[in-house]
């Protein structure tokens, strides 16, 4: 299958700029607001994400979750979890804006929502992602968003700090 | 299709990465305040016990609860099983009950390999005989990889295992799980708690090994319900050439993992008060149980491809 880059690495670094920027503006501040990462393709953009915020304006805390075990497609495919979940903080009465690369059914999102809900219960939960395909199977929408990108059902969209990609 | 873990050979060195590394995640969610997570709903876990155990069986149970999976417990001593009916009977019976995976203990070589031919569930095998308990070995693992932080392998890293070879299916499960991470395995044993045939590096001379260095000693329990003939003159004596007493404990260097699958023989095996031993990681064994049998079970079970299900679903991003 043929390979189009969508966005370049300067696309992607301003795209993560002005989320960071949204994110800020949205919660008038960081007043409790701390950023989860969803194992895997979304650590690298928590962390970029966090990095600048604290760039302009002061650092929160970050996490990351995995949420394979409240997948709810186990047993239908091979499940694994890809890494252990980091949450050094309290989140009980914190804004958590959670963080994944592609944002596609919607299950992942509903998966990791799920497992949040076993570590405390945050103010309330917002989601970022870097690249929304479209095609949701669940009543779950982003509130911060690198590109809308169309695509279709079969195609794959790799989405690194090098760019985003779809095959 | 279903995935059973019946020894450590079939479960292959990459298996055993595999587990020990979803161990990680599991032993997150046992640090949680709510250590449960709904990964197995709807699946049944059947404990069919035909030997004692208070640690195996609990820790099995233990682990599937938290994975939200359903329990039963098959009680030998009040079954059918006295009434004569064969083991097949009884293993066909419960799985037309619904039956995920069968967790089995059997005083027999070879039960776990039978009933996994008779049933489409998944099988682990708890324990058969003197053969294999394949859990112990994988918690042993996993115990000396957090202690000693080498999530890489165990290369060039020195094991000792003493006492009852002959009988211990921990033994050999918790010998090859060390293999298959790179370790060096010896036995030390006298000649009569060896097996007929050994494949080990083997010495009975306990002192010479510590003398050399270990980084693991893992006592076993002297199994005197399974001493029919007279292989040691007396356990005085054994404790004197091969147990840990005061006198070898001191020599012992303060790194060193002490380890014991339990339950222990105070004043046999391990004839020094534990909280003397700043190595022992015995307590952290029955810990990591619970940890390594969540992960086991998550791996028949979620690699369990649903029968009625042929839905077609897109690869979730």
């Known amino acids: 299958m043929s390979e189009k880059r969508v966005l370049t690495p300067d696309d992607v670094r301003r795209a993560t700029t002005r989320m960071a920027h949204e994110i800020i503006e949205r919660n008038q501040g960081l007043d409790g607001v701390v950023l989860i990462g969803i194992q895997t393709g979304g650590v690298w953009l928590a962390d970029a994400l966090g990095s600048e915020i604290a760039r302009i304006e002061a650092s929160v805390p970050i996490g990351s979750i995995d949420a394979s075990l409240y997948r709810d497609d186990i047993g239908l495919r091979p499940v694994s979890p890809a890494a252990v979940s980091e949450i050094g903080f309290d989140v009980d009465g914190s804004t958590i804006v959670l963080v994944d690369d592609v944002l596609f059914t919607g299950r992942t999102v509903r998966a990791a929502l799920d497992a949040l809900g076993d570590y405390g219960r945050p103010r309330a939960v917002q989601l970022a992602v870097m690249v929304d395909r479209g095609h949701r199977e669940l009543p779950i929408r982003p509130d911060f968003v690198g590109k809308n990108l169309p695509t279709s059902n079969d195609e794959d969209v790799s989405v690194t700090s090098d760019g985003v990609v779809i095959s | 299709m279903s995935r059973s873990l019946l020894s450590i050979t079939e479960l292959g060195a990459e298996g055993v990465q595999r587990i020990l590394d979803l161990a990680d995640t599991m032993a997150e969610v046992n ?57 097949r009977d009884t293993i066909e019976t419960i799985a037309a009950m619904g039956v995920d995976a069968f967790v089995i203990r059997h005083k027999s070589t070879g039960a776990p390999w039978l009933v996994d031919d008779w049933t489409t569930a998944a099988v682990v095998n708890a324990g058969d005989g003197w053969h294999a308990h394949p859990t112990q070995g994988l918690l042993d693992a996993y115990t000396v990889r957090t202690a000693l932080n080498r999530p890489g392998g165990f290369d060039g890293m020195r094991v000792a295992i003493v006492g009852d070879i002959k009988h211990s299916r921990v033994a050999r499960s918790t010998t090859a799980a060390f293999k298959a991470l790179g370790a060096d395995v010896t036995w030390v044993a006298p000649r009569t708690l060896l097996p007929p045939t050994v494949h080990e590096h083997c010495v009975d001379d306990l002192d010479a090994v510590l003398a050399d260095g270990v980084d693991v000693l893992y006592m076993l329990r002297m199994q005197n319900e399974r001493m029919t003939e007279a292989l040691v003159p007396n356990l005085r004596e054994y404790t004197t050439r091969f147990g840990l007493t005061p006198a070898r404990a001191a020599r012992l260097a303060p790194q060193t993992l002490v380890m014991h699958p339990g339950p222990i023989n105070r004043g046999v095996e391990i004839a020094v008060d534990l909280a003397e031993l700043p190595g022992a990681v015995i307590t952290q064994q029955v ?19 649903d029968p009625t299900s042929d839905l077609e679903r897109p690869e979730l991003s």
């Open chain 2, 287 to 305: 810990t990591n149980g619970i940890a390594i049998r969540m992960a086991v079970l998550f791996d028949c079970l979620a690699a369990n491809q």
């Open chain 2, 31 to 87: 640090r949680r305040p709510n250590p449960k997570v709904p990964a197995l709903r709807g699946k049944t876990v059947c404990s069919v016990f035909f030997e004692d155990s208070t640690r195996t069986r609990l820790s099995f149970e233990t682990a599937a609860k938290r994975l939200s999976a359903d329990t039963m417990t098959f009680a030998v001593s009040q079954s059918s099983l006295n009434k004569g009916e064969s083991l």
